[in-house]
C-alpha cells in the first residue's frame, strides 16, 4: 500500500543526508513535509536574530522543495494539537521524523507518536542530528555518559567513523509522488514574515549569516578550498576577536540541521586524505567530536541544564545580583573587552568560542560570580546557534562546575584579548565611544588621564561606565569561594581529577596559554 506520509521538519531543516526524508518516500503517493511553529520552542526567549535566520532557513527549504514539485506546510500550534487534524483531514498513514535527544522533544515525540498509534498512523524516525547515535555511545560506557572528552574519543573510535551522508532527494524520487497543494496555500501554509509573527525588526542589523541549507553548502563548500587551513587549524590558535570570525562559523548551521554534521565531518575527511593535519581535540574533527561529548553528556546526564538536581555539577552558593547580571547582559560591565563581546553577541548572534569563554567566566566564577544558568538564558536568547546540550555543557565547563576543574585560572577581561588584538580594534569596532582612545588605554579606560578621556570624547562615569567589580580583587575572592564550594562536593561531583593535579590532556585554556607564551 502507498503511504500517504507527514515529514515533520524540526531541527534538520535541509534535504541533504535526512535518511528520515527519505524514508518517508519510499512507497509514498503524497508526502506533507509539514514544520510546526511550536510555541514551546520559538517563544518570547527566542531573539530576533535567531527569528530571522529560522524564517531564512524555512524559505531555503521550501524553495528546494518547489524544485522537487512539492512544498512545506508551515503551521503554528502544539504538536499535540495540530497533528491529530492533519492526520484526519490529510487521511495520513506514515509520519517520518529526525530524532532529537533534548528533554523537551523527547516527551513531545512521545505524545505526538501515541496519538499517531491512535491514528493508525506509522511512526518512523532516523538519528541524523549527531555523528553517532548518542545511545549507542552511552551503552558502549556501560550505560554511563563519558564524562571527559578522551573517553568520548575512545568510544567513538571503537564505533568506527561516523556514517556516510546520504544524498538529497531527485526528481526522479519523487516522480510518483506528489505534494497535493493549492492556489490558497501561501495563506493557508505560507511562511510567516517578522513582522506577521508580531516581531519589531528595528533592530536588527545586517545579516551576516542567512540561515538555510543553501548558505550552508556555500559556506562550507568555501572553507574546504582552503585545505592548509583545514589541515592546520588548531582552535586554541584561531582568535577571539579578529574583526572576521577566525572559525567557520557553520554552529548556527549545524543547530538547525540546515548543515548535517556527518556532512561537514565527511567533506573535512575528504580534506585530509592523504595529507598531514592537526588532530583532537584542537583540529576540526576535533570540533565535531566536542559536540558529540556535550550532546552524550546532555542526554546520559540528569537535569543536564541547571545546578539542582544534576549529579555531576558543583553545587555552587551563587549570588542573585540583577544589577551585575543587567550589566554583563546589556554590556555596562565598565571593561571594554567584555562590552564588545556582549555588544557583538547582541547585533550578530555569533561571538568566537574563546570570547564566550572570557565573558562566561566573567560572569561566574570569574567576577561577577553569578549562576552559569543566567548566562546560559542569556545565550539562548542572543545566540544564533542556541543549543540546549551545547549550551548547557559548555556553561557548565566554563564555569567550573562541571568537566572543567581549574577553577584557579581565571580570565583576565584585561589581558586576555590583548594577547591577540593589541591596539583594541575589535573593541573599537563594537564600542565606537571608544574607538579614540590610545591603545595603552583602550582595555581599561578609567585609568586614563582626564586630559586623555577628553581628547578620546569619552569620559569614564559620564560617557562609559566604571568598571562594575575590580578584576584584581574579586576573582581572588571568588577563587576562595570555589574553593569552598569543592570542598563541599560529594564523590559524584568529583568525576574527573582531583582539584589542583595536573591534567593529563591539556585544556583549550591550557594549550592556549602555552603557545602565546611561546610567542
Ligand atoms: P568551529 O570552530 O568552526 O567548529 C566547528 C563546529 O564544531 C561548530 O560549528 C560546532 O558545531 C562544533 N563545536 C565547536 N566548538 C564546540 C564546543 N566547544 N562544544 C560543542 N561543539 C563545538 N555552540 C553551539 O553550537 N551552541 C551553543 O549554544 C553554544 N553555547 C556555548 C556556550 C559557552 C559558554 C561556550 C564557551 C561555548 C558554547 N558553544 C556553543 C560552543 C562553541 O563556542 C561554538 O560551537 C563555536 O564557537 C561555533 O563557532 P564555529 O562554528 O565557527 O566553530
Same mark, same amino acid.
Given at each position: 500500500?502507498?503511504?500517504i #506520509? ?26 506533507? $513535509? ?14 530576533l ?33 495540530v ?14 521524523y ?28 532516523? +538519528?541524523?542530528?549527531?555523528?553517532y ?5 552511552i ?9 571527559t572528552?578522551?573517553?568520548l ?37 505560507g ?14 542589523g545586517?545579516?551576516l ?12 563548500? %568555501? ?12 582552535? $586554541?590558535?584561531?582568535?577571539?576577536n ?6 567557520t562559523?557553520?554552529s ?22 592523504g595529507?598531514?593535519?592537526?588532530d ?11 559536540? %558529540? ?41 565598565g ?14 548572534g555569533?561571538i568566537?568560542h ?21 548566562g ?5 536568547e542572543?545566540?544564533?546557534d542556541?543549543?540546549w ?25 584585561v589581558?586576555?584579548?590583548?594577547k591577540?588584538?593589541k ?5 573599537k569596532k ?8 590610545p ?11 582626564? #586630559? ?24 581572588k ?12 562536593r560529594?564523590?559524584?561531583?568529583s ?12 585544556? +583549550? ?7 602565546r607564551?611561546?610567542?
Amino acid at each position: 500500500m502507498a503511504h500517504i #506520509c507527514i515529514h515533520w521538519f524540526r531541527k534538520g531543516l535541509r534535504l541533504h543526508d535526512n535518511p528520515a526524508l527519505i524514508a518517508a518516500l519510499r512507497d509514498c503517493k503524497e508526502l506533507y $513535509p509539514v514544520f510546526i511553529l511550536d510555541p514551546y520552542v520559538y517563544n518570547a526567549r527566542v531573539g530576533l536574530n535567531y527569528w530571522r535566520f529560522l524564517i531564512g532557513a524555512l524559505k531555503d527549504l521550501d524553495c528546494s522543495l518547489r524544485k522537487l514539485n512539492s512544498r512545506l506546510f508551515v503551521l503554528k500550534g502544539k504538536p499535540e494539537d495540530v497533528f491529530p487534524e492533519l492526520f484526519i483531514k490529510w487521511k495520513v498513514t506514515q509520519l517520518t521524523y529526525e530524532y532529537d535527544t533534548e528533554p523537551y522533544s523527547l516527551s513531545r515525540d512521545k505524545t505526538v507518536t501515541a496519538l499517531a498509534q491512535n491514528h493508525g498512523v506509522r511512526v518512523i524516525y532516523k +538519528i541524523s542530528h549527531t555523528l553517532y547515535d548518542i545511545d549507542r555511545l552511552i551503552e558502549e560506557n556501560d550505560g554511563k555518559p563519558p564524562l571527559t572528552y578522551n573517553r568520548l574519543r575512545e568510544l567513538a573510535k571503537k564505533l568506527g567513523p561516523p556514517k556516510k551522508p546520504i544524498p538529497s532527494p531527485t526528481s526522479a524520487d519523487m516522480k510518483d509522488i506528489k505534494t497535493p497543494f493549492s492556489d490558497k496555500h501561501e495563506a493557508k501554509y505560507g511562511i510567516p514574515t517578522l513582522e506577521e509573527l508580531g516581531l519589531n525588526t528595528t533592530s536588527l542589523g545586517e545579516e551576516l549569516f542567512p540561515g538555510g541549507e543553501q548558505e550552508a553548502l556555500r559556506r562550507l563548500d %568555501e572553507h574546504m578550498k582552503q585545505t592548509g587551513w583545514v589541515c592546520s587549524f588548531e582552535k $586554541p590558535q584561531t582568535s577571539p576577536n579578529s574583526l572576521s570570525p577566525s572559525t567557520t562559523v557553520l554552529s548556527p548551521y549545524v543547530t538547525f540541521g540546515c548543515l548535517s554534521a556527518r556532512t561537514f565531518w565527511w567533506r573535512i575527511a575528504e580534506v585530509y586524505q592523504g595529507k598531514k593535519h592537526s588532530d583532537p581535540p584542537v583540529s576540526l574533527h576535533g570540533q565535531l567530536l566536542w559536540r %558529540e561529548f556535550f550532546y552524550t553528556a546532555s542526554v546520559g546526564i540528569p537535569n543536564f541544564n541547571k545546578m539542582e538536581g544534576n549529579p555531576v555539577c558543583t553545587q555552587v552558593d551563587w549570588d542573585t545580583k540583577a544589577e551585575y547580571l543587567a550589566a554583563w547582559r546589556e554590556a555596562r560591565t565598565g571593561y571594554p573587552f567584555i562590552d564588545a563581546i556582549m555588544t557583538q553577541l547582541r547585533q550578530e548572534g555569533w561571538i568566537h568560542h574563546l570570547a564566550r569563554h572570557a565573558v562566561a567566566c566573567f560572569l561566574t566564577r570569574g567576577d561577577l560570580w553569578i549562576s552559569w544558568e543566567e548566562g546560559q538564558k542569556v545565550f539562548e536568547e542572543l545566540l544564533l546557534d542556541g543549543d540546549w546540550a551545547l549550551n548547557a555543557g559548555n556553561w557548565q565547563w566554563l564555569s567550573a562546575s562541571t568537566f572543567f576543574h581549574q577553577f584557579f585560572r581565571v580570565y583576565s577581561p584585561v589581558a586576555f584579548g590583548k594577547k591577540t588584538d593589541k591596539y583594541g580594534d575589535y573593541i573599537k569596532k563594537y564600542i565606537p565611544r571608544l574607538k579614540k582612545y590610545p591603545a595603552e588605554y583602550i582595555y581599561e579606560p578609567w585609568k586614563a588621564p582626564r #586630559c586623555v578621556q577628553q581628547a578620546a570624547g569619552c569620559i569614564v562615569g559620564k560617557d562609559y561606565p566604571y568598571p562594575i567589580v575590580k578584576h584584581e580583587v574579586v576573582h581572588k575572592k571568588n577563587i576562595q569561594r570555589m574553593k569552598e564550594a569543592y570542598a563541599r562536593r560529594s564523590p559524584a561531583q568529583s568525576p574527573v581529577k582531583k582539584q589542583g593535579v595536573k591534567r593529563s590532556t591539556p585544556s +583549550i585554556l591550557d594549550m592556549f596559554q602555552k603557545k602565546r607564551k611561546t610567542e
